[in-house]
């Protein structure tokens, strides 16, 4: 009963998030794994590892397949999605950590720049 309550809650959070709030969240979730893929690479757990990177890269493909190409700057922001993509490959088949410390600032820029666009679209 409690877990059902709490599912519900959720899913009226999600349900009533605005775009802005949706794309921090995703952006957050995709910081999150990387940080966990990071972990769990340093302490050799490559099953969550793989299933960090996994998600990772579900979270991009749905940025990506998201986007309105009725805005020029849909076109930039598929390319950088695209690098992001290639990025995970990389780290999924070499398990290098090098390129989560590479991936990781500029999601947070990307990241850090929508919530300020959120934040002058709020205004």
């Known amino acids: 009963m409690y877990q059902n309550g709490y599912e519900q809650y959720k899913m009226q959070s999600i349900n ?37 990177v996994q998600r990772s890269t579900e979270i991009v493909r749905y940025l990506s397949k998201t986007l309105n190409m009725d805005y020029q700057i849909s076109y930039e922001l598929r390319r950088m999605y695209e690098f992001f993509l290639y990025e995970l490959s990389r780290l999924q088949a070499g398990r290098n950590s090098t390129v989560i410390q590479e991936l990781k600032p500029l999601v947070t820029e990307l990241r850090d720049a929508f919530k300020e666009a959120s934040k002058s679209v709020a205004v």
């Open 16 to 52: 009533t998030m605005t775009h802005g709030e949706m794309l921090l969240l995703l952006f957050d979730e995709l910081l999150k794994r990387l940080t966990r893929a990071q972990i769990a690479l340093e302490e050799a757990e490559y099953d969550l590892f793989d299933k960090s």
